[in-house]
């Protein structure tokens, strides 16, 4: 069962964005690095805000992290998701990745056992259409 309603809008990744989606449409969670100095982004951009460069690689990141910070929503911003409130969002960081949050969800901790530096590994959900989301569950 999915965290959130597969009837929830998705919304179109913007054209830098895309790279990242593509990779989780094959369950690798990937991030943007600099090609010339090493700087991890997230979301990607176009250009490295530390160097300026254009050049990009990405990087696999590791399958665990911790929770950086989080909150409980309360109220539907959109009536698809009214049937699964209270539910959580988080920031994710990762071992090694400085600079690297990503915003999920936490699938399997209650809206009042959430902490920040909660252990957390990668649970990929399927959104339909060949889509996965890269949501995270308490590490085992
Ligand atoms: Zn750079």
């Known amino acids: 069962m999915p965290y959130l309603p597969e009837s929830m809008p998705f919304p179109v990744p913007p054209l830098d964005a ?8 094959e369950r690798r969670l990937m991030f943007q690095a600099c090609a010339d100095c090493g700087q991890l982004r997230h979301p990607p951009t176009p250009v490295c805000p530390a160097c300026r460069s254009g050049a990009e690689t990405w990087i696999d990141a590791p399958a665990v ?20 409130l209270p539910y959580n969002v988080v920031l994710i960081t990762f071992p090694g990745m400085a600079g690297v949050r990503l915003v999920s969800n936490l699938v399997d901790v209650a809206p009042g056992e959430l902490a920040i530096g909660i252990a957390v590994e990668l649970a990929w959900e399927p959104a339909g259409d060949g889509l996965w989301l890269p949501r995270f569950k308490r590490k085992r």
């Open 65 to 84: 992290g911790e929770v950086y910070s989080y909150t409980v929503v309360h109220h539907s911003s959109h009536e698809s998701v009214a049937g699964a």
């Open 18 to 25: 895309r790279r990242f989606w593509d990779y989780c449409a």
